[in-house]
């Protein structure tokens, strides 16, 4: 029974510490990983993510409200993007190991990234 407790404690311990890194790290599903970065008048949130190389990202840029961040480019990816407030959009790319995809709104004001490991 004590040895029970102790294993309960180790699994608690090892959730909570998955959890508190969550919001940076893309869930996985399948062969596909999705990333979810919100925009609002701050920038992108969250502003880095870590993500598997190799495996699909499907990544969602969600406008929240009126921002200079809603016009932003991913020049890893030749991309320019625009998301109209409330409204979201959809890319998807396969990260190489040590890549990172940085993307930056057209003042280059507001930054964020997708780091591959
Ligand atoms: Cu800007």
Known sequence: ????????????GAALTGASLAPQT?????DSQNVTVTIDSKGFHP???NVKAGKEVHLTFVSKEASC???FTIPALGR???VAPGK???ITFTP????????????????GEVVAK
């Open 88 to 90: 979201k959009k959809e």
């Open 96 to 111: 190489k190991k040590g890549q990172t995809i940085a993307f930056a709104c057209t003042m280059n004001m507001f930054k």
């Open 26 to 30: 893309a869930s996985a599903h399948g």
């Open 80 to 82: 320019t993007i625009s």
């Open 47 to 49: 502003a880095s993510v």
């Open 69 to 71: 961040a809603n016009g």
């Open 1 to 12: 029974m004590k040895n029970l407790k102790i294993i309960t404690a180790l699994a608690l």
